[in-house]
Each structure stands twice: as C-alpha cells, then as structure tokens.
C-alpha cells in the first residue's frame, strides 16, 4: 500500500471537487474492495475522497413506484430494509448471496457497482494482465481460468464481474444515478459496466470524477416469481461459478414478462434481451427453458478444459439457466420477511 | 428388617480427571482475546517491523536490487538481501531441521539462484508496519529467468525412488507372490489412477515472529509461530552460532500448524537475522500469499489394481505413487504401505518415486501421506466390493487382518472391527440399498458410502519437569506445543490425576525452550509421548512425597510401599485403607521444603517396536446429496468410528476428530492450489479463491470412540487422535458420490464441472 | 536463452509520505488517541498501537473474518477499515466483549462447547456471532451457519462453533414468538423509511 492524503467530504458537489483537485485521487466507500485493492499494490491513489459523511445513505420511494437506493446505505441495510425485502425479494437474496455479513455491513451500494472485475492474474503482480498494464498480455487465455468469464470477452481479457447484487440490478434495469464536474445524469444499468475488448482496463463507463449518488430501481419488482441461483465452489463467501437472476411476471401459466441476467460468466452482469422475449407470451416448459439457454449461450467461448479452465460454465450456465427459470415460474411466493435465505443448492 | 447393601464399586474420585470432557485451561484466554501468539508480544524497546518481498520468477538469477533508491526513504532502517547476508554456517546439516528431508535444505537470502516462485529474496526493515510495507512495494529488483518446469508429468519420465532417511518415512513394503498372474487370472479386478494435486496447510494464523532484542549481548527472546520450539532452537543456534541462552523461543500459543509449522520457516530466520545486525528488537508477518511458499502437501498420482475372487477375497493388491519435489530436496511420505497393512493379499506389489519440479519443497500436512494413500485405496476397495458384488462394509471385513501383512508382526491392538460395527450401526447403513441411483430425497440423488483408515501410533522422545509447592500448587513444564490440539488440557488432566490434585490447582506450561525438551507436535505423537514424561515426573514428585510422608512424626504410611499407596483429593493415601492419609500440604509442611520438584521422560519401547505393529484406526460413513443436473455434492451427514486408544479427553479428542472430518470434506470437495505451468506459479495465493470450508458447508458429524487401550503403543494407553480422524474421509465421500449418480471421480477435489 | 524479469518499483514519482496524525479512536468505551497516517488499518492500529491483540489478522484482505469486530453494534472486517475514518464511532473488541476472568455469555460457551481449537479464528468468530445476534436475523441452525460463513476456521470447529452460537441465541437474547423474532432492539439503521 502507498501513502496518501484523505479528506472526508459532507457533500456529493464537494466530494467531486476534493476528488478532481488531486491528481491520483479516488472515492473511498465502505472500503472493502479499494483498501483490498491497495494492499495487493493494485490501486495506488495519492489522495482519498471519503464518502462515509454524505447524506447519501437513505432508501426512499419515488414517484414512480420506485425505489431509490442511496448509494452509500450499505448493502446490509439495502438488504434487509422493509421495502426492499416485500417488493424486490429478488435483490435482497441476491445481495445476502454476496460475500458476508462482515462485508455487506460495511460495502455501500456505490461501491457494489464499482468493485474491480475478478481474475487471479489480475491480483498478481507476477503476471502479466492487459488490464493491470494494458499491453502486456493476458495471461488468463491458457493459464487456469475457473474464475473467468466465457461470454463477451475478448483477446485482451475475459476477467468476470463478481458482484452478485449488480446481477439483480441488470435484471430489474435499474438506473444508475452520478455525479460528475459536468453535474449529474443517469446511466441504464446494462450500460453502466463494460466488455473488455481492446479496452480492458476500464470496468465501467463512469467519466473522471463521477461518483454514484443513488441506484433507482423502477416500480416492477417481480416480487412473485424470481429466484436468484448462484453455483460456487463451497456454500456461501465464494464467488459465483455461474449465477442467474430471473424475475418473471406471470399471468396465469403463461409469462408476461421475463428478465434475467447472469453473474460469473462474463466482464459484466449478463443480460440477452432476445432471450428474455423468446420468454415472454409463452407458457413455461423444459424445451423453451432449454431453448432459452442456447441462446443465451450460442456464442459462448471457452477457454480450455478440465476443473481449472472454465468450457464447463457453457454447460453449467444453461443448466443453471434452465432451473432457475423452473424455480421462479414454480415459484409460489409467501410474503415472509424473514425467507432470507436463498435457495441455493 | 434390615439388609446390608454392598457399597457401589465404584466411586470416582474428584481428582480423577482423566478421561473427562474437560474443558481446556487456556479456553478464557482465548475467547477473550488474552492470548498472545507470535506477533502480538509487546518488547522492551521500540519495535522495527520487516517486511519480506517474494520472487516473481520460478528459476533464474537476482542481477540487480535496487536498494539504495528504499534506503533513502525516511525511516527505512535496512534492505536485506543476499548482496548483504553476514557470512553464516557453511554446511547443509546446519540447515537441516529436525523434520528435515534428504537434500541441501533451501537457504534463505543465500544467493541470487531462484529456485521457486515466491521464494523470498529480500526483506525491508522500518519503524512501521506501514512504511515497511511500502517500501517493500517499491524495491525494484532485476532478475534474469530461466526455463523452468512445474508440471509433474512432465518430469515423470525423470521419477527416481524415494530415497530413505526422512524421520517417519517407510519405504514402500516388499513385494509378495505373484501380483501380475494373480490379477490376470481373478474373476474381478479394478485399476484405476487416482490425483489429487498440491494443497496448502493454510493455518489462521499467519507465520510470524516478534523478536525481543534485550540489549545484553545477542540476548533475545523469540517469538516464533511454530509447531515446535526445541527444533526452531536447534536450526538458529547452528546457523547464527548462537548459545541456547541468547536464542530462547517462545510459543505460547500457536494458531494452527498442520505440519506448516514443522520445519522453521523462513520468517523466523529473516528476523533473527535482522535483529542481530541492526541489534534491535523486529516483528516480521508473513503475509497470505506468501503462505503459499512455504510447503504444501505434494501432487500425487496413484495406480492402483486390485482383484478378487468370487466371494470377495482379495488375491492381488497393487499401489504405487508418484510425487513431487523440490530441485533441492527429496520429500518423502508414507503414502502406499497403508494398503498393504489394511488389506491382506496373497499377491502384492508398491512402489513409490519421486520426481523433482521447479517448486518449492513439499511438506508434511496434515495426516501426510495416509490422507493421500487412504484416499486411493479406500476408492479403489470400494470399486472392488462393487465388481466382486459385494458391500462394501461386507468386503472390508472379510479382509480384515489381524496382523500386520507388511511387517507380518501383530498389531498391539486393532479395534477397526468395533469401529466398523459402531459406526454402521450408528449410520443406519444396513438401510442402504446397494445400487447406485437407487436413493433420493426429493429431486436430489442420495449416496452412502464409507472408507476406513490406520495411521501410525508412535511415541518420540519427550521430556517434562513437575514443581510441587508448598501450598500444594503443581507447575508443570514442557518444550512441547499445542497449535489447537489440546495439549494444555490433557497434560493437566495426566499432572492432576497422577498426584491425585484439583486441575485448578495445576499449571501446564508449554512452548518455551527453558522447559525440558519435547517433540515438534505432529504424527499424533505428543499424547503419547509428552504425556507419558508428564505422568512419570509427576511420580518422582510422587515417590518424594511418600518419602517425605514416611518422615513425618506417626506417619500412617511407614512402611507403605510406593505400589501401594494412591493420590487422591489432595491426598496420599494407601489404597489398602485410605483411612491411612496425609493431606499432600501437610507434608510439605511437615517437611519444611517450599517445593518438590522431580524430571520425567519418555521415549519408543525398543522391545515392543520389535514385536508389535501400532495403529490408530478409524472407519467413516458418510451421506450426500447430490443435484445432478447442477454438479453440487453437499455432505449431509458423517460418521466417524475411531480407535485410538485411551481417550484422555473425550471433549477435545472429539475436536480432533470433527476437525479432521472438516479437512476430509474440504479434501475431496474443494482444496486446490491452481499451478499455472506457463508462469511456475500457484495463482490462487488467497483465502477468497484456494476454498477451505466455511460454516455452511458442515452439517451433521457425529464422533465415536470405540473402547480401547492400548500400553503397548505407549504407557499411558494412548495411540493419538491428530491425524486418524481425516483419514478415509475423502474416499467415502468419493464412494457415496458413486453411489448417489453412479459416477466415479477419481481426481481431487470433486468440484462441479466433474459431475456435470 | 534466458529473459529479463524486472520487480518494477509499483509508483513512478518518488516516494513521499504523509505525516502522521494523532487520531481518536472509541475502542470498548474508552478513548485512545494514536499517532498515525491515513494508511493504518483499523485492525494495525488496534493491534500495533493500542496493544489490543485479541482482534486477529489472518489474511488482511478480508477474506477469514479473523479481524471482526463490532462498529455502532454491527459486525465488520477492521482490516478492509481505514482507522482514521472511524473517529467518533464505538468500536467494540473482543476484549469488550469480556475479560479472562468474567467471560461474556457467547465466549462462556465457545469454552463450554470446546468451540475452538488453536484459537486464533476464535475472537472473531465470537464478534461476528454476537453481531449475528445484534442482527436478530437468524433463528434456525441453518441460517445461523450461513451467517457465520464470513469467518474461516482451519481447525473445522464449525459443529461446535454453531453449537455454542445456538446456546446463547435461544437463552434469553432472543425470543421466538409466534415464528417471528422478538429480540434485542435493532441498532440504528443507515435507511430511512419509505416516504
């Protein structure tokens, strides 16, 4: 970790401007990915803006019907507030399948958004990485690459976003709301992150000096049919091998309207709307489930084979695809504010 | 009318503690943070801190450090390297630890030769953790890399037997019959390779040392996380020409070992060295990644054949293994003989090479070499029981042996059977139905299976010293360790029952040089052989006290024979009539002496070691279940039968147990150091990604411990827990994965892509 | 053929470092003033500024959850924590929990329950268990486990770790009531209500 600087500012205007008055500078939230990042000598900011006093942790209704998530409440009290848990189940399931109680209870939304993609190649200094020293070579491509992602990637990179509350946020297009010199706009959640291609070390498409002030999640929250499937290799604290977020709107057996997305198989929070339409209007079935899952899939790449390369999340992925569209079409939901737990296998 | 009842037999006594769940002395101390390990002693003047930088490359040459550009830093106190090393001890048995295998041990900042990735190569001292950190991070080092090879097959063609002469390692056992005519001619055979690759130990604590520089000559105290403090001595004290007085090492309290802690490791040499340069007191950490430089249990891959008859005898039996090792050393475990000393067979064939890669040298972990051997030949025993049409508890006992068929010696006891019965009984397992598919609970496969294990019982040499106060307080001292094992509290448990003392009453203390020397803690051995030093100091003491008491004016014990007297209560009586006693602090008082203090050791019975063969045995029964379209295996369920002799405490022997348990599911499910061959290099060098088991993971373990003692094995009826309760672990859960889907997976760790 | 490998110095201006500061810390009720620069982690400062040793550092990344301890009553990994902003909170250690000689009732049954066995994940595991019951989330000994899935044991002491954990939650800390929790009052929450 390098020395720097730090201020702690009390408002989003002056936070952007303490931030872009330091060369070097960056946000600090709850910490838990950029301190991590600092101590593997992978950020190396001379100066931090800190967020912690903002008047940004509230979570309140808007006109709309929606809802509007403060971007520095954190992701426990996200998780666990009243309407959060009773009209998007989905994303408070989603959130509590991250990390632990230890780092939901410190990690703020904002934060959430804006935590690096996840590679092993990446968090070494050892090897190369284009996304840690663009150009020198991605060194995931042949070596084990369990952790990386097989669909969108590109030659440059295939590292996967690892946030499992983001994979909600696709599925319920939620809309990111920041702050920036140029003064505030909003950004539709599938634009928010980004593929690598020639560009890999840029994770998403904020501009120098925006901050995220709030997430706003609009007022269909599918609260009676979703489920949120994550796959990983122990039971809970690990990242997704696979995971798939699915809300539905039913209309007696025939659904209205589908979203998914996908989680830890690539660079970002994995929507296909042509997949969610081949949903919709339809009655659920096994062969549309699996049909859905080959779209979603079709132009999936692998990158090797064997437990230490990642080919098997094709299959895994639209298996995991396939079930969690059985599960949340199934799905008889009961309001019960503490049906936490989700229903991982 | 009246009726005489006869007295009940027995009475158990207060004082007769061992045997009792116990709970551990220094428990306060831990769930209240007061427990100090390595790094958390405060020293005498200001501390410096080292941080130590690790090699990027897996081979190659250190051409240039660029030290002076971190020395000019404010508050940087030195950079050292091989550019800087005083002149050391100049021959390999200098650096060859007590746990040593064959080879010219690995030198820390000798020479600017790579040899493994992440081997350290300098290390920055300065007045804060912080600004050592730091300047570790900008210490540009030039290195010139040469090819290099980390991939065990590829070297396979290059294997080589493993040479004798590490402590513990037996060679493979010598063949018998005709293995290959017997296995061509059998009605049932299996073959089938078997890998798991390299696993870290991992403890919690990370490796880490506090030096207290005194300020009198080369005085220091060293705090040092470590399985054993005599061996960390004995390697200082020979490399550095250090006295035993100026290199006293202290470890209280020892997060975790798991056999990392064997060997000393390399942080405690950088900070001896440090500290006698700059003659000032230093803390050096390890940090997480570099926890995966330090040894690891070795890649394996095992052959196995095996054939029966048709009632499900075996007539031939064949394990070989092929490990790796360093460039440098030739670590050597026990990884095939346990086939040959569970299972007779007619015919028979092992064999064990090693083979040498660009890693660092491998190291004992936990249950070293039976985790791996039991997992290949518990999986392949399982495969023959299915192809001879046999259970496979039912197969096990019809090749039960009552002897040892390698040494052709009986065991000193073997009470597998007992485990077998209890454990099946305990397990419902006469409700299974044999087919694979043929169990389910809901949309899950359900799968039973079961494994079996030995592991050897054996007793070092140890040493112990007994004080006995005048207020009738017991202080016991030994060099010996307790990284979680239990130490503390069964050594009490031995002090305050021999001299028949309330455990309040008696102090064990461990981890410190100045006690009497005792064994590094690992192979299960410090039960056995600590214990035994503990319990015969604590008779001398005994035998002075009778003395003392026959002294006493109308002595109710004069002429009493030191057989025939019993301490209990906090008495010495005789056990003929115990109406005949004196209270232990009368005597003292009486006596006039402030304290009694009496040396106690203990050592391998030669006689025995001859006639007998000594194990610890276990069987494991185990539930999963199985999702089958998605991959997940989730242990539901386990059982774990062992037979370890005489359990001192049933309370943290069954921690043992459920432990071992933990590491057995972690072993077949998820642990995996990922080596990248194209960079020599393990990538997931992390607690987020190298996936041990957390708290969801574990369900229903349930720990049994047949009756048993066995004084042969050691005079305290002891065989050891440490490592028994993993052993067959991993197999039975391959076992009941076969069962549940019909799959068999031979390759560790049974991640989800194998099922898919 | 043999390649160059370089170990670049990670930054490419020189080395300055920023002064230290004296910063106030709320640790167990009491306030320690420490000298320190914005780069001390709030478990470093406990540990080697305050002499509070009992909160561990097992990886340093948050990845074991050795270092918890309890900030406002909630449950965080101090490693991950930059010191100097948690001025003005209360932060609870393990030592605040309770000492050696007046144990708290959830470190009496990590003892009872043999729920550890080198000690060193233990401290935390405690404060993340008594985080877990500030919380008042978890009743069932499923949801207990996975709401202590941030805390990494080596030893595998999980079975009584959860055993001890479920002791304390079901004597008197929290109620169980028609199904639903009747516990502890909450701790203040960052989230307002809907308006």
């Not at chain 1, 958004?113 to 995931?140: H, I, M, W």
């Not at chain 1, 295939?158 to 505030?184: H, K, N, Y």
């Not at chain 2, 006469?430 to 030995?454: F, H």
């Not at chain 2, 379209?629 to 062992?642: E, I, K, Q, S």
Request: include cysteine; charge should be negative; aromatic fraction near 8%.
């Amino acid at each position: 970790m390098n020395s720097f600087t730090l201020t702690q500012a009390t408002a989003a205007d002056e936070a952007v401007r303490d931030l872009t008055s330091h060369d070097g500078a960056a946000y600090l939230g709850g910490g838990t990915n950029l301190v991590d990042l600092m101590k593997y000598n992978l950020e190396r900011p001379s100066h931090l803006t800190s967020l912690g006093m903002l008047p940004l942790a509230d979570i309140t209704g808007l006109p709309d019907g929606g809802l509007r998530l403060g971007a520095l409440a954190t992701n426990a009290d996200t998780a666990w507030h009243p309407e959060v848990e009773k009209r998007y189940p989905l994303l408070s399931q989603t959130i509590l399948a991250g990390a632990t109680p230890q780092l939901r209870n410190a990690a703020t939304n904002g934060g959430n958004l804006n935590q690096r993609t996840r590679c092993y190649y990446f968090y070494d200094l050892a090897a190369p990485c284009n996304k840690r020293e663009p150009g020198t070579g991605c060194s995931a491509l042949t070596g084990p690459n369990r952790v990386c992602g097989v669909l969108g990637t590109s030659d440059s990179c295939i590292a996967t976003q690892p946030s499992d509350m983001c994979v909600a946020l696709a599925a319920l297009e939620a809309v990111v709301r920041v702050q920036g010199p140029d003064g505030e706009r909003t950004i539709k959640f599938q634009d928010y992150h980004r593929l690598p291609g020639d560009q890999p070390e840029k994770d998403n498409t904020l501009k120098p000096g925006e901050l995220v002030t709030a997430i706003d999640l609009p007022a269909e929250g599918y609260a009676d049919h979703f489920v949120y499937l994550k796959l990983r290799d122990r039971s809970s604290y690990a990242f997704a091998l696979v995971s798939v977020a699915v809300g539905l709107k039913m209309n007696g057996d025939t659904i209205e309207k589908a979203r998914f997305a996908l989680g830890g198989v690539a660079h970002k929070p994995w929507r296909d709307q042509a997949a969610e339409q081949l949903l919709e209007g339809q009655k659920p079935s096994p062969d549309l489930f699996r049909q859905v899952a080959a779209k979603v899939f079709a132009e999936a790449k692998g990158y090797g084979e064997g437990s230490l390369h990642n080919s098997f999340k094709i299959e895994l992925g639209k298996r995991a695809i396939v079930r969690a569209l059985k599960q949340a079409t199934e799905m008889q939901y009961e309001v019960n504010p503490n049906a936490f737990l989700n229903s991982n296998p | 009318m009246s009726q005489t009842i006869a007295t009940p037999p027995t009475v158990r006594l207060d004082t007769d503690v061992i045997g009792r769940p116990v709970s551990r002395p220094e428990g306060p101390a831990k769930v209240s943070g007061a427990a100090k390990y390595a790094a958390e002693f405060s020293v005498t003047g200001p501390l410096w801190y080292g941080y130590i930088v690790s090699s990027p490359i897996a081979k190659g040459k250190i051409t240039k450090i660029y030290a002076d550009e971190v020395l000019a830093i404010p508050g940087v106190q030195q950079v050292f390297s091989h550019e800087n090393v005083p002149s050391l001890a100049w021959f390999d048995r200098s650096y060859k630890d007590q746990v040593a295998p064959g080879g010219s041990p690995f030198r820390p900042l000798h020479e600017p030769e790579i040899q493994f990735s992440q081997q350290p190569v300098a290390m920055v001292v300065a007045e804060t953790f912080e600004l050592a950190r730091y300047a570790a991070s900008v210490l540009r080092i030039e290195y010139d890399v040469d090819e290099f090879n980390t991939d065990l097959k590829a070297a396979a063609s290059k294997s080589f037997d493993a040479p004798k002469g590490k402590t513990g390692f037996l060679p493979p056992p010598k063949p018998k019959g005709d293995m290959d005519a017997a296995y061509a001619d059998a009605p049932h055979k299996v073959s089938g390779e078997y890998t798991h690759r390299a696993q870290m130990a991992n403890p919690m604590e990370m490796f880490g040392t506090t030096i207290d520089w005194l300020g009198d000559g080369k005085k220091m105290k060293i705090y040092d996380k470590t399985q054993g403090a005599p061996n960390v001595q004995q390697y200082l004290t020979k490399i550095f020409g250090l006295s035993k007085e100026e290199a006293r090492i202290i470890s209280r309290f020892t997060g975790g070992g798991f056999g990392a802690g064997l060997r000393p490791q390399y942080q405690v040499f950088m900070a001896v060295l440090a500290a006698l340069e700059l003659e000032h007191s230093i803390r050096v950490v390890m940090d997480r990644s570099q926890m995966f430089s330090m040894g690891h249990r070795p890649h394996t891959i095992q052959n196995l054949r095996l054939a029966a008859d048709d009632k499900g005898h075996l007539q031939a039996l064949e394990h070989t293994a092929l490990a790796e090792t360093s460039q440098f050393e030739e670590e050597t475990e026990t990884v095939v003989n346990w086939s040959g000393i569970m299972y007779n067979s007619p015919n028979s064939k092992f064999d064990y090479q090693l083979t040498r890669i660009d890693v660092n040298t491998p190291a004992d972990m936990r249950a070293p070499g039976a985790a791996t051997g039991s997992f290949a030949i518990e999986s392949a025993i399982d495969e023959m029981a299915y192809a001879a049409g046999v259970d496979p508890l039912d197969f096990r006992l019809l090749n039960y042996t009552y002897e040892d068929p390698t040494e052709n010696k009986p065991f000193s006891s073997k009470r597998l059977d007992a485990c077998y019965h209890e454990g099946a009984a305990r397990f419902g397992w006469e409700q299974r139905t044999p087919e694979p598919r043929s169990m389910r609970d809901g949309n899950m496969l359900v799968g039973w299976g079961m494994a079996a294990g030995c592991w050897d019982a054996s007793t070092q040499k140890a040493a112990a010293k007994a004080i006995l106060h005048a207020d009738g307080t017991l202080v016991v001292n030994s060099a010996t360790n307790d990284q979680g094992a239990g130490t503390y509290v069964i050594m009490t448990q031995v002090a305050a029952q021999t001299l028949g003392l309330p455990m309040a009453q008696v102090k064990f203390n461990l981890g410190d040089t100045e006690f009497p020397e005792a064994p590094i803690q690992g192979g299960s051995w410090t039960a056995n052989s600590v214990g035994t030093a503990v319990q015969n100091a604590c008779q001398e003491v005994g035998k002075k006290l009778l003395k003392l008491a026959q002294d006493m004016d109308d002595s109710p014990l004069k002429g009493v024979d030191f057989e025939d007297v019993q301490f209990a209560n906090g008495c010495l009586r005789a056990n003929e009539d115990v109406s005949r006693s004196v209270a232990i602090t009368d005597i003292l008082a009486a006596s006039g002496e402030a304290k009694i203090e009496a040396d106690g050791k203990a050592g391998p019975n030669p006689a025995n070691l001859l006639k007998y063969s000594m194990h610890s045995h276990n069987a494991v029964f185990v539930e999963v279940k199985v999702d089958e379209d998605l991959g997940t295996v989730h242990v539901t369920r386990v059982v774990d039968a062992v037979a370890a002799g005489r359990i001192l405490n049933p309370k943290t022997a069954r921690s043992q147990v459920l432990g071992g348990v933990v590491w057995g599911i972690s072993m077949a499910l998820m642990e995996e150091a990922y080596l990248n061959n194209d960079l020599g290099r393990y990538v997931n060098h992390n607690y987020a990604e190298y996936h041990i088991p957390v708290n969801a993971d574990i369900k229903k373990i349930d720990v049994i411990f047949v009756e048993e003692e066995d004084h042969i094995a050691s005079a305290i009826g002891v065989k050891g827990v440490g490592e028994v309760g993993m052993l067959g672990v991993a197999a039975a859960i391959c076992n009941a994965v076969y069962h549940a889907t019909g799959k068999r997976v031979r390759e560790l760790p049974l991640t989800i892509d194998k099922l898919l | 053929m043999s390649l160059h490998f370089t170990q670049e110095a990670l930054d490419k201006t020189p080395p300055t470092i920023v002064p230290t500061q004296p910063v106030t810390l709320n640790v167990n009720g009491e306030d320690h003033t420490i000298q320190i620069a914005p780069w001390t982690s709030l478990l470093d400062a406990l540990r080697e500024y305050m002499d509070l040793t009992g909160t561990k550092k097992g990886c340093d990344h948050g990845q074991c959850g050795a270092c918890t301890v309890l900030v406002d009553g909630k449950r965080i990994n101090s490693c991950l924590a930059l010191a100097t902003v948690y001025q003005g909170k209360q932060i609870q250690t393990i030592e605040g929990l309770g000492s050696e000689d007046n144990l708290s009732p959830l470190q009496q049954a990590f003892v009872d329950h043999d729920a550890f066995q080198c000690g060193y994940c233990t401290p935390g595991q405690i404060c993340s268990a008594q985080g877990l019951i500030n919380e008042g989330r978890c009743k069932t000994e499923d949801e207990v486990r996975e709401h202590l899935s941030g805390n990494l044991c080596r030893c595998g002491a999980y079975t009584n770790i959860l055993s001890a954990v479920m002791e304390v939650l079901h004597d008197g800390q929290v109620v169980v009531d028609n199904g639903t929790l009747v516990t502890i009052p909450a701790q203040p929450s960052a989230s307002s209500s809907v308006n």
